[in-house]
Every structure is written in C-alpha cells, then in structure tokens.
C-alpha cells in the first residue's frame, strides 16, 4: 500500500509519455524555416516532418503535402520513420502491460508478484520506447545544427529546430521517469516479498546416537 503512489505516478508519466511520442511522430515542425537576414518581413513559413511538409503564406492558411514517394526519401528521414513507429508501438504495449498490472484490474489476478512483474515488464519498455524516441531526435537535430552553420549551404535551405523535436526531448525524459518509478516498484514489491517470507534454514539431519548403540550391541551379540 505504501508504494502505491508510485504505481500511479509511473502509468501516469507513462501514458503521457504515450501521448507526447504519438504527437513527436505526427506534428511536421521537425524542421522549420530559418529567418537568417535583417529583414523581419517574413511572406511564408516552411515545416517539414516525417509524413508531410507544410508551408504558410502571408494572409493563406496552412497547406501541408504527404510526401509522394516513399522510395526517394533520404535514408535519414526513413530511419526516423522507422524508429518513431517502434517507438509508438513499444509505448503501446507498455501502457497496457501496466494497465493489467494494476491492483485493482483482476484480469491477471490477484497474485502480488505477478502484477509487480508486470509493472516491471512495462517499465522495461517505456524506457525501451524512450531510447527509440531520443535516437531519431538527437539525429535529426544533429543535422540541422550541422548544416545550420555549414558556408556551402544556400541560406534558403538552412533549416533549424522544430517544436516537434523539443516535445520529442521532454517525452524521451517523461518515459525515463516513468519507466524508472514502475522498475523501482518492481524491486521494493520483490523485496518486500522476500522479507515478509524469508528462506528457510537448512537443518542438517542428525541421526540417534543411542539407537545406533543399541542396533550394533545386539548384532555383536548374535555373533557369540
């Protein structure tokens, strides 16, 4: 009961993590326009995501165009897609593995142990999810930054980071805490369980002096 807050705590962040992956997979502000200049005139805005890109005109509302071949993607941008949709689906799984190990969900049963592993097993995969998160993140801000500050690059082509890219970080950190609090459930549910039943003492067998005196007295005197 005392650790029970903690369980809450976990699937909450967990689920927030959820959302936070789904929206980073969805939103096209990965990379954005670059306003590199003097003039603070800006005619149009450019977004580009996983899925689609996005323009916004002066005085248009926003347009936004899935990306017509899959095959002429760059490999980055694929590897993203790739690892996101991972991400989204080990999110899944791990918000309902915690789900079915909630105290008061008896679809599982009522066994203590079972719902902590359980809890330890959805923890292991929102962490899991995290690192699938931070790793098309991190690349895809590592290559803008890059080619923000390469000369070679035309100023029109700069891009820089996107919104999409930021909540990517908070939810990678979200599912770190997450995760963290369901695998400490786990351990102190486990250590709980071993103090409250300890192991058994091994008691070494002993045998009765007396009645192997008494058996080797009367075999010595049936040989007289």
Not at 183 to 196: E, P
Not at 204 to 215: A, G, L
């Amino acid at each position: 009961m005392a650790f029970y807050p903690v369980q809450i705590a976990g699937l909450v962040l967990g689920f927030s993590g959820v959302v936070g992956t789904l929206a980073t997979t969805l939103l096209p502000q990965w990379r954005v326009s670059a306003f590199i200049g003097s003039n603070i005139i800006v005619f149009e805005r450019l977004w580009e995501g996983l899925w689609m890109n996005c323009i916004r005109q002066a005085r248009v509302k926003l347009q936004c165009k899935f990306y017509d071949s899959l095959l002429a993607l760059p490999p980055v941008l694929e590897a993203a897609r790739a690892l996101m949709c991972v991400a989204v689906a080990l999110s899944l799984i791990a918000l309902l593995i915690g789900i079915c190990g909630m105290r008061q969900i008896q679809c599982t049963g009522t066994n203590e142990r079972t719902k902590a592993y359980l809890l330890g097993t959805s923890g292991v995969l929102f962490i899991l999810t995290g690192f699938f998160v931070l790793i098309p993140v991190c690349w895809t801000a590592s290559i803008i930054i890059r080619d923000f500050y390469n000369p070679a690059i035309h100023i029109g082509q700069k891009r820089e980071l996107g919104a999409a890219l930021f909540l990517g970080w908070a939810s990678t950190a979200v599912l770190f805490i997450g995760g963290g609090l369901l695998c400490g459930y786990c351990c102190c549910n486990r250590k709980k369980q071993w103090h409250r039943y300890p192991v058994p003492a091994y008691r070494v067998p002993h045998t009765d002096k007396k009645r192997n005196v008494t058996v080797l007295s009367k075999t010595s005197t049936t040989y007289v």
